[in-house]
């Protein structure tokens, strides 16, 4: 309801750089990771990491040149994302990058899920809705939920909830 609240009919989306129209949106990749750093100090999670700015503007500018006008970045909470490196890519290049809020598998879950209630995990993407992520002006486009290989854990289960109820209080849709 928040975001039909703050936009009538919505016809905007939120970038790393403020407010866009959908119109000018034009094609986007829907589920990208351009700067992450896994925040899980085990050797088999570094390939995982993609933090050199320069490779990252060196993609981006390649899909631009097929007509890419737009990337959705779905590196969530606790992930490894850079909000602020997310912003400077953007301005580098000219590419819209949209960003989420949301949570990835139980094993990238940050440690305060195991203890907080739905309704707490529902405050906590709520804030980064209306204030912005990871104390910046940013805010996330889409919420995400992740799981685990061919199942649910309860920890997934509590977050995926507390997506849905996000979903359902802004009006923000949901990708995996």
């Known amino acids: 309801m928040m975001e039909r609240l703050l936009n009538g009919n919505r016809k905007c989306i939120s970038s790393v750089n403020g407010e866009l129209f959908y119109k000018d949106l034009g094609y986007i990749?829907?589920?990208?990771?351009?700067?992450?750093?896994?925040q899980i100090h085990e050797e088999k999670y570094y390939a995982y990491t993609l933090d050199c700015v320069d490779n990252a503007i060196s993609d981006i500018k390649d899909i631009m040149e097929y007509g890419c006008k737009s990337i959705l970045?779905?590196?969530?909470?606790?992930?490894?994302?850079?909000?602020?490196?997310?912003?400077?890519?953007?301005?580098?290049?000219?590419?819209?990058?949209?960003?989420?809020?949301?949570?990835?598998?139980?094993?990238?879950?940050p440690e305060y899920v195991k203890t907080i209630t739905v309704d707490g995990?529902?405050?906590?993407?709520?804030?980064?809705?209306?204030?912005?992520i990871d104390n910046t002006s940013i805010k996330p486009a889409v919420l995400k939920c992740g799981s685990s290989f061919n199942e649910i854990t309860d920890l997934e289960s509590k977050c995926i909830q507390a997506v849905a109820k996000t979903h359902l209080l802004t009006g923000l849709k949901i990708s995996t």
Do not use: W
């Not at 990749?29 to 896994?38: F, N």
């Not at 969530?76 to 580098?92: V, W």
């Open 29 to 38: 990749l829907m589920h990208e990771h351009l700067i992450v750093k896994p």
């Open 73 to 109: 970045d779905m590196t969530p909470i606790n992930y490894g994302r850079d909000i602020n490196k997310l912003r400077e890519l953007s301005k580098q290049t000219g590419a819209n990058i949209l960003c989420c809020t949301g949570f990835h598998k139980e094993i990238f879950l």
């Open 121 to 132: 995990l529902v405050d906590v993407l709520l804030n980064e809705v209306r204030y912005g």
